[in-house]
């Protein structure tokens, strides 16, 4: 009996010391567990501090350029086409830049073309309504400039849109739906998108910027901006089956509308130039552009370029396909010599010539 109640008490003993155990390792493991999720926090709020100071670059961005990105409103003519759909204003936006040392307010030619120069009003950041002075609009391109005058203006620092590479991040700045200053971020999709049918006339001239940043009716003559607060686009259309965002939104590159804006204040009018080649649309290179006629007495027939000659660099820059030569020669400065780069009968020419006015051409 007396070993039955000892056997008894060294099991009640051990079943003490079990579950004591077991609090233990159940504490140890709570403590664990506790531990682990600390150091997780820790980690993680060690990434979002990383996250957070690149977060202030946009913010840095968006407080350097909020004072140079306007909103615009332009009242239709009673003679605009569309005031019969009852259409009676375009909301856009605008971005203030200087050029021979005054400021201008860069915009879409479609915000403002149904309007007269009364009927403009822009809105600058501080809440200060201007009207225009003058307007200047180039329809081959889309492009408006606004003349302004009022104190304390901030232009944009301009960028070089031809350093922009696929992948790049950028911002869009402008008033979708009338929402003035919004922000938008995404990155540069592709480049050189030609071709596209986009507006009711048509762009003569493309080489868009193509970007995901989010891009909405109101966008149209706003600014897309690089993480370093340079303007290096002008945002101009979206293709979408909805007529709103979709991803897929294009820009103006500023190198190309500072050209077109500098003839503007020069000369009124863009004046460009040409060469005096007819391409070959069915040539299917990866690069460069066949020439398949030449023009009388035009500067191409002068440097002696001949048919079946294909253009592979124009004044230094690579050429892709023929709507990127017609751009670049349009673009360049009437008269300029400029050296031409050509491939004949596989093997490589190089002449020059001095580009001639467009509005000059001879006639067939």
């Known amino acids: 009996m007396q070993a039955s109640r000892r056997f008894l008490w060294i099991c009640a003993a ?4 079990a579950s004591a155990s077991g609090r233990l390792a159940a504490d140890d493991l709570s403590a664990g567990a506790a531990a682990a999720r600390d150091k997780l926090f820790a980690e993680l709020a060690a990434d979002v501090e990383e996250l957070e100071r690149r977060g202030n670059v946009l913010k840095r961005v968006v407080k350097l350029v909020r004072p140079s990105i306007v909103h615009i409103e332009a009242k239709r003519d009673a003679d605009g086409s569309r005031l019969a759909r009852g259409e009676a204003e375009e909301a856009g936006s605008g971005v203030i830049i200087e050029s021979h040392g005054k400021p201008y307010v860069l915009t879409n030619r479609h915000v403002i073309r149904y309007s007269t120069l009364a009927g403009i009003h822009v809105r600058l950041a501080d809440s200060r309504i201007l009207t225009p002075t003058r307007v200047w609009a180039d329809p081959a391109t889309d492009v408006a400039l606004l003349s302004i005058a009022a104190d304390d203006l901030v232009p944009a620092r301009v960028g070089d849109s031809s350093k ?14 009338g ?20 507006g009711d006339d048509g762009l003569q001239y493309q080489d868009f910027l193509q970007t995901d ?29 909805s007529g709103a965002n979709e991803g897929v939104g294009f820009a103006i590159p500023i190198n190309m509308v ?27 290179q990866p690069q460069g552009a066949r020439v398949s006629g030449i023009t009388r007495n035009s500067p191409a027939e002068l440097a002696r370029i001949l ?12 050429i ?12 360049t400065p009437v008269n300029k010599e400029v050296e031409v780069r050509l491939l004949r ?16 051409m001879p006639a067939e």
Request: neutral net charge; hydrophobic residues 45%.
């Open 14 to 17: 051990l079943w003490c010391a």
């Open 164 to 177: 922009m590479e696929m992948g790049d991040f950028v911002l869009a700045v402008g008033s979708p739906f």
């Open 179 to 198: 929402l003035s200053h919004s922000v938008s971020y995404g990155i540069i999709s592709a480049k050189g998108r030609r071709d596209l049918q986009l």
């Open 213 to 241: 940043a989010a891009i909405n009716p109101g966008n149209s003559g706003g600014p897309l901006l690089n993480l370093r607060g340079e303007l290096i686009g002008i945002n101009t259309a979206i293709a979408s089956s």
């Open 258 to 284: 500072m050209t077109i804006a500098g003839q503007l204040v020069e000369h009124g009018v863009v004046q460009r130039s040409y060469l005096g080649v007819r391409l070959d649309a069915s040539f299917a």
């Open 307 to 318: 048919i079946g000659d294909v253009i592979v660099e124009f004044d230094g820059t690579r």
């Open 320 to 331: 892709e396909d023929d709507m990127h030569l017609i751009n670049l020669v349009s673009l």
């Open 345 to 360: 009968n596989g093997r490589p020419v190089q002449v020059r010539l001095r580009v001639a006015n467009r509005s000059q």
